[in-house]
């Protein structure tokens, strides 16, 4: 299989998780897609946990059982809540977010009647709202959730679900790579104490490892951490033996453990390739299931859409630099017919969404144009912190999606493309199913169809190894949320910060993020 051809199953994997966020029809599914497709059901965003005394629930279960102490596991029951069904459901997609720590810990999700994992999927702070998605498997009937240190309380939405017989298989999840000293992973091959002193690039095998099929997968579900980075860098994730992307995974900041899941299409050689860009610090690749190819798809080298930096560009020239947001706004971007997606038929479109110099804690709402802004959120991000996420979002009816940002304040928005997902399950556009495309085109001194709105309505926070090689880069690239034409903005970025798990410990490290954890009567997490 060439490369192109095996990066472009990879929408089959990212799109399966389409129309995650948006309005909702009386069954509860987003859009026609969600409805259609027997790939993957997506549902306007339930609450079916939320701890805090007093806060509400699709149904009233799950509510106000307050702070889950140290070395905690509660169940959170899913079938037949919040559009999920009763029966027929292999996987959920789930955003877990953790909220008023008192101590630095970690969270792991794993099914119900399962054994607990060695892993990690949301790692806290005090003083920090911290999300990340979870894709799980529904066990029992349940999902677990074991809190580590201190006490917290946890909150918990359904985005959607994968039925049985779906391209995606979810695993039990698995280490399949640590380079911290002392710790173990699922085949014992850790690289125990080598770390990461970038630029550099590690090489992770995941064909025929914790789970995973050893041939005939597309793309893997992992979740990436960052720990004690010692400098403001990147990280970006890609299929081993291809083209590093211009977009990355996540941003680091020294001190701070940085985790966020992502979805990847797998190399020829059965890996996936991890790239530092700058300091040093150890990473940690969990899987969590895995895609098998499909013809529904279409994959795009990053294309940038927005950029509202000064001196920015895009593909087009259209909606850059136009100036940072202000707080309580909306920014409605066109998506059709622009980098790579079609004029017509694409239905959900994936995107990175970076937030960019902040002056104050907020958080951003991605949704289709024309529906009702969801009880949800895609990223929160403190004062001062450059933070991205992964955003699978259905078209809406105009070909545009709407972009909220909270509070008073200001930020920069910066918008990558990496995908589309063809509408209403039917056959996809005639199409090539790559295309090439570039974020640094030149840019063009003025915006055009940029449209923002301004709001004053209060919206939820965050709803938001195996065999390894180490390679030097000879480039040194700057960090963090870097414009078009110097390093990558990152993609799929929640920023938390913490503990995480080895297989037998856990480590700790301290943060310096803050974000608002609002009550339900102003907003959610």
Not at 286 to 297: E, I, K, M, Q, T
Not at 396 to 415: E, K, N, T, Y
Not at 452 to 457: P, Y
């Given at each position: 299989m060439s490369m192109r051809t095996m990066v472009a199953t990879v929408l089959a994997a990212t799109l399966a998780v389409a129309a995650v966020i948006g309005g909702a029809g009386l069954d509860g599914r987003v859009g026609r897609a969600a409805a259609a497709s027997p790939r993957f059901v997506g549902l306007a965003p339930a609450r079916l946990l939320d701890t805090r005394s007093g806060a509400p629930t699709v149904d009233g279960a799950g509510s106000g059982a307050g702070p889950v102490g140290a070395a905690t596991t509660i169940e959170v029951s899913v079938l037949g809540r919040g559009g999920v069904p009763r029966t027929g459901v292999a996987a959920v997609v789930l955003n877990v977010t953790a909220t008023e720590a008192t101590a630095v810990s970690y969270v792991t999700a794993f099914p119900g009647g399962e054994q607990q994992p060695g892993t990690s999927n949301v790692n806290l702070v005090p003083g920090a709202t911290v999300a990340?998605?979870?894709?799980?498997?529904?066990?029992d009937g349940t999902v677990r959730l074991f809190q580590h240190a201190g006490s917290a309380h946890l909150l918990v939405d359904v985005l959607g679900w994968f039925p049985v017989g779906s391209e995606f298989s979810a695993v039990a999840p698995q280490r399949l790579l640590d380079t911290r000293l002392g710790t173990a992973t699922t085949d014992g091959l850790a690289r125990a104490g080598a770390g990461v002193r970038g630029p550099a690039t590690v090489d992770v095998a995941v064909l025929g490892n914790g789970g995973v099929p050893a041939a005939h997968v597309a793309a893997v579900a992992v979740n990436i951490t960052a720990v004690d980075p010692t400098a403001e860098s990147y990280v970006s994730v890609y299929?081993?033996?291809?083209?590093?992307?211009?977009?990355?995974?996540?941003?680091?900041?020294p001190g701070t453990t940085t985790a966020n899941m992502t979805i990847v299409p797998v190399g020829a050689d059965g890996?996936?390739?991890?790239?530092?860009?700058?300091?040093?610090?150890?990473?940690v690749v969990?899987?969590?299931?895995?895609?098998?190819?499909?013809?529904?798809?279409t994959v795009l080298l990053p294309a940038r859409l927005v950029d509202t930096r000064a001196a920015s560009s895009t593909t087009d020239g259209r909606f850059e630099s136009s100036g940072a947001m202000r707080g309580g706004s909306e920014l409605h971007v066109m998506v059709a017919g622009r980098g790579g997606v079609p004029s017509t038929g694409a239905g959900t479109v994936v995107l990175n969404v970076t937030v960019v110099d902040p002056t104050e804690a907020l958080y951003v709402t991605v949704y289709p144009s024309g529906a009702p802004r969801p009880l949800a959120s895609n990223l929160n991000?403190?004062?001062?912190?450059?933070?991205?996420?992964?955003?699978?979002?259905?078209?809406?009816?105009?070909?545009?999606?709407?972009?909220?940002?909270?509070?008073?304040?200001?930020?920069?928005?910066?918008?990558?493309?990496?995908?589309?997902?063809?509408d209403d399950g039917a056959a996809p556009p005639t199409t090539s199913t790559t295309t090439t495309s570039t974020t640094t085109t030149p840019s063009s001194t003025t915006?055009?169809?940029?449209?923002?709105?301004?709001?004053?309505?209060?919206a939820p926070t965050s709803t938001s190894a195996s065999t390894s090689t180490s390679t030097t880069s000879s480039s040194t690239t700057s960090t963090t949320t870097p414009s078009t034409t110097t390093t990558p903005s990152t993609t799929s970025t929640s920023?938390?910060?913490?503990?995480?798990?080895?297989s037998t410990s856990t480590s700790s490290t301290t943060s310096t993020t803050s974000t608002t954890s609002p009550t339900t009567s102003t907003s959610t997490t």
């Open positions: 990340n998605s979870v894709i799980v498997g529904v066990g299929p081993s033996g291809g083209p590093r992307p211009l977009a990355s995974t996540l941003n680091v900041h890996s996936i390739s991890l790239y530092l860009a700058g300091g040093a610090g150890d990473f969990d899987v969590l299931g895995w895609f098998a190819a499909s013809p529904w798809h991000a403190g004062a001062g912190r450059n933070t991205a996420n992964l955003v699978i979002v259905p078209v809406g009816p105009d070909g545009r999606v709407s972009i909220f940002l909270s509070g008073g304040g200001r930020a920069h928005l910066v918008v990558d493309v990496l995908g589309w997902f063809a915006p055009s169809s940029t449209t923002v709105t301004s709001t004053s309505s209060s920023s938390s910060t913490t503990s995480m798990p080895t």
